[in-house]
């Protein structure tokens, strides 16, 4: 009986270490994953993920004015809503991979992985991108599989430092977001945000905010392709 409970305690640990690491922003199998870049300069790269959808366009555009910002696009909606990722790439901003359905790429074929990615890209070079395709998973997942895919094809994988929404007392409250974001981003961040979607409306709203008090602590934004060249 020791023995088995034993053995039970271990196996719960490494499902539970394994599920942590599968969620880690910092560290993956294989490959390169940057979460934040290490510079002296105040800078960050403020990102978007999901999406897009054609109706909030216009609100998140006109939010961000002349800042240039990532958006990491599904590939599922950038066919429902086709115009947008062009007018995302003409108003200056970078354009990048969150694969076609949002699925968590754990534990799935390498055929199936692809597919996600490559069909996205196909779209964002469709829509008018040049640039490197970078990448971000959906949930941040990953185990096996997709790393090893993304070291062979030679794909940094995006993640981030500062996602206010991950707290469910400041998530739905633009004045908690605005004040999480100007609280912990430092030079080299990398912020998160969902701004899509109906009922991330208060996210929405705290994009402009966001934009003001980072420039009033004499922050400039880059994409995340412009954060990355720092390091060379």
Same mark, same amino acid.
């Given at each position: ?14 499902l539970y270490g394994t599920w942590r690491f599968s969620k880690s922003r910092t560290h993956q199998l294989f490959g390169e994953i940057v979460p ?84 996205? =890209? ?52 633009? =004045? ?48 995340? =392709? ?7």
């Amino acid at each position: 009986m020791k023995r088995a409970a034993l053995i039970a305690v271990a196996v719960v640990a490494v499902l539970y270490g394994t599920w942590r690491f599968s969620k880690s922003r910092t560290h993956q199998l294989f490959g390169e994953i940057v979460p934040r870049v290490e510079t002296s300069r105040k800078v960050v790269a403020l990102t978007f993920d999901d999406g897009p959808v054609a109706k909030s366009a216009p609100e998140i555009l006109t939010a961000l004015g002349a800042v240039k910002a990532t958006f990491f696009l599904c590939g599922a909606h950038m066919k429902e809503s086709p115009a947008v990722a062009p007018q995302l790439i003409a108003a200056g901003h970078e354009v990048g991979n969150h694969t076609w359905h949002h699925d968590r790429l754990v534990f799935k074929s390498p055929s199936y992985t692809r597919s996600e990615i490559e069909s996205t =890209d196909a779209l964002i070079r469709a829509a008018g991108w040049r640039g490197p395709i970078h990448f971000r998973a959906p949930h941040c997942k990953k185990l096996v599989g997709l790393p090893w895919y993304l070291m062979r094809h030679r794909r940094t994988h995006i993640t981030w430092d500062v996602e206010p929404e991950s707290d469910p007392n400041i998530d739905h409250h633009r =004045d908690r977001i605005v004040a999480d974001v100007l609280s912990r981003a430092r030079p080299g961040s990398i912020i998160l945000l969902h701004p899509w979607y109906h009922g991330r409306e208060e996210t929405r709203a705290a994009i402009a905010p966001i934009v003001a008090g980072l420039r009033a602590r004499g922050y400039d934004f880059l994409t995340v =392709d412009e954060l990355l060249r720092l390091r060379r």
